[in-house]
């Protein structure tokens, strides 16, 4: 049972950050990539460039968070024991990541909740302020893990280890943006180097767990424990997989490329 919920908190780790990933990196590169696409001559302005960045993965958004409750929830229930240990070690780390969290998807929430430039030139700034501080925790805190929780996360190794983690989440970001913004000869092109950069993402992780294996089998709870949590908690994994299925189906750039041609329009979602 051990070994099926280590296992589990793998995947589900991996898949936050080869999902999730993408959307922080997006909004990192928010503003790089608006104007990229303006300097292209793509129409409108740059802050419809952002818009269209935006809206490019609001769907997404969250569908993938929801990978990050249920890491969250893994490690409380799995390891209650290292959770204490890895959040008073990581204190502030974890600090700075749930605020940057708050901030990134404040920003996304509250950019359209007004008109004007300004607005949501504001929030949009917050979105990728708040992006940048989430992978750049995300890698202080694995790297932290990884040598063993020292006094000083935020020394140079640890913000080596987040620049690191950054730019791979930019790159992860880049390759969905090209995918989803792709027209239908790119499709198929963008959409394998999408997988690459995904399996990119996922790898940091995956080395921590692999270096962590041994703590972490140590620390799983009891038995009687694992038990009750595999009746409540492994039956909605497949419910996760099939909606975020769905979610991936109902938004790919082919099916935006269809409708575009049976109805002349694009697909905009105004929430963010």
Do not use: K
């Amino acid at each position: 049972m051990e070994i099926i919920w280590f296992a589990v908190f793998a995947v589900l780790l991996a898949g936050y950050f080869a999902l999730e990933g993408f959307d922080i990196g997006l909004g990192m590169l928010l503003p790089v990539l608006a104007r990229a696409r303006e300097r292209a001559g793509e129409p409108g302005t740059r802050q419809d460039q952002r818009d269209h960045l935006v809206a490019a993965m609001a769907p997404f958004v969250l569908a993938n968070e929801v990978w990050l409750v249920a890491v969250a929830g893994t490690l409380f229930g799995v390891y209650p024991l290292l959770e204490g240990q890895v959040i008073g070690g990581l204190y502030g780390v974890v600090v700075a990541l749930v605020t940057s969290w708050v901030l990134r998807d404040a920003g996304l929430w509250f950019r359209r909740r007004l008109d004007g430039g300004a607005w949501r030139a504001f929030w949009d700034a917050v979105l990728c302020a708040g992006s940048w501080g989430l992978a750049l925790s995300w890698g202080v805190a694995l790297g932290s893990v990884v040598r063993g929780l020292p006094g000083q996360p935020f020394d140079v190794v640890g913000v080596l280890c987040g620049v690191v983690v950054a730019a791979v989440l930019a790159v992860h970001g880049r390759s969905f943006a090209a995918w989803r913004l792709s027209g239908p000869r790119e499709i198929g092109h963008t959409g394998r180097r999408l997988t690459l950069t995904a399996a990119l993402a996922a790898l940091p992780p995956v080395a921590v767990l692999a270096v962590a294996a041994p703590s972490l089998l140590d620390a799983t709870a009891s038995p009687q424990a694992l038990s009750v949590l595999s009746v409540m908690a492994l039956p909605v994994l497949p419910i996760l997989v099939v909606a975020q299925v769905w979610v991936w189906r109902t938004f790919s750039p082919g099916r935006d490329l269809r409708e575009r041609e049976r109805t002349g329009t694009t697909r905009v979602l105004s929430f963010f």
